[in-house]
């Protein structure tokens, strides 16, 4: 009884402190909100650069979040989030920064970022407000 009287509130406490939760929050909140992520797609789709070198991007599945970076800041109305996508062609980093403005996203920044072989190496900005 004593090891789980001292183990469970440390836990509790490294939790609470180490920024975890709110990494866990932000994820969680990502994760719900399709609409962030949809739209961003949509306008990527819609660039020349990004079919040309990359193909079609296909739509994010829930793991994709999961695995992606996500901090929400101005009392979530703010949003920084990289992401992996994949398309018909090439796979590649997805760089968003977006404000909440009436209940829709307005993106400021979309930026993908294509790792791929020496000559495909690329930033293609989709989106990037001054």
Same mark, same amino acid.
């Given at each position: 009884?004593?090891?789980?009287?001292?183990?469970?509130?440390?836990?509790?406490?490294?939790?609470?402190?180490?920024?975890?939760?709110?990494?866990?929050?932000?994820?969680?909140?990502?994760?719900?909100?399709?609409?962030?992520?949809?739209?961003?797609? @949509?306008?990527? $789709?819609?660039?020349? *650069?990004? +079919?040309?070198?990359?193909?079609?991007?296909?739509?994010? %599945? #829930?793991?994709? =979040?999961?695995?992606?970076?996500?901090?929400?800041?101005?009392?979530?109305?703010?949003?920084?989030?990289?992401?992996?996508?994949?398309?018909?062609?090439?796979?590649?980093?997805?760089?968003?920064?977006?404000?909440? @403005?009436?209940? $829709?996203?307005?993106? *400021?920044? +979309?930026?993908?970022?294509?790792?791929?072989?020496?000559? %495909? #190496?690329?930033? =293609?900005?989709?989106?990037?407000?001054?």
């Amino acid at each position: 009884m004593i090891p789980v009287l001292v183990i469970l509130p440390s836990i509790i406490y490294l939790f609470t402190s180490s920024g975890i939760g709110k990494m866990a929050t932000d994820l969680t909140q990502a994760y719900a909100d399709k609409e962030l992520y949809e739209e961003t797609i @949509e306008k990527a $789709n819609s660039n020349k *650069e990004v +079919i040309e070198f990359i193909g079609e991007i296909k739509p994010i %599945n #829930k793991m994709m =979040i999961l695995n992606g970076e996500v901090k929400f800041t101005g009392n979530n109305k703010i949003v920084n989030s990289t992401i992996k996508i994949t398309g018909e062609k090439e796979t590649a980093k997805m760089d968003i920064t977006a404000k909440r @403005e009436n209940d $829709n996203w307005q993106d *400021e920044k +979309i930026n993908i970022r294509v790792k791929g072989p020496e000559n %495909n #190496k690329r930033t =293609i900005e989709i989106v990037n407000a001054p």
